[in-house]
């Protein structure tokens, strides 16, 4: 069975750093498109950013371009996400999910073309 295990979350100044990870387990996740999404109290669920199974292309939304940066270890089964200059409006919780055979583009922002879902890890960006 499919699973996936967010961490890294934590609270950060704005203009700081934190690298999320996703930890893949029970599957053969290199296969696997992998997003990042993040939904803050009151609002839809938004993609941030997917990476296709080689790790070859990425898409990032608008809003984290420049400041995010996806990778993935299909070594580890591991897909991270580097957050930088950090700002209030980027506090949500933070969920990976994994998707089979979608082609990486804007089509990885819309959380119906991914199948599992890990837990998520708080975000919190607060002077």
């Known amino acids: 069975q499919l699973q996936l295990v967010e961490s890294g979350g934590g609270l950060v100044q704005p203009g700081g750093s934190l690298r999320l990870s996703c930890a893949a387990s029970g599957f053969t996740g290199h296969y696997y498109v992998i997003g990042w999404f993040r939904q803050a109290p009151g609002k839809e669920r938004e993609g941030v950013s997917c990476?296709?199974?080689?790790?070859?292309?990425?898409n990032y939304a608008d809003s984290v371009k420049g400041r995010f940066t996806i990778s993935r270890d299909n070594a580890k089964n591991t897909v991270y996400l580097q957050m930088n200059s950090l700002t209030p409006s980027d506090t949500a919780v933070y969920y990976c999910?994994?998707?089979?055979?979608?082609?990486?583009?804007?089509?990885?922002?819309?959380?119906?073309?991914?199948?599992?879902w890990g837990q998520g890890t708080q975000v919190t960006v607060s002077s």
């Open positions: 999910a994994a998707s089979y055979g979608l082609r990486v583009g804007p089509a990885c922002e819309k959380a119906t073309a991914f199948d599992s």
């Open positions: 990476i296709s199974s080689s790790g070859g292309s990425t």
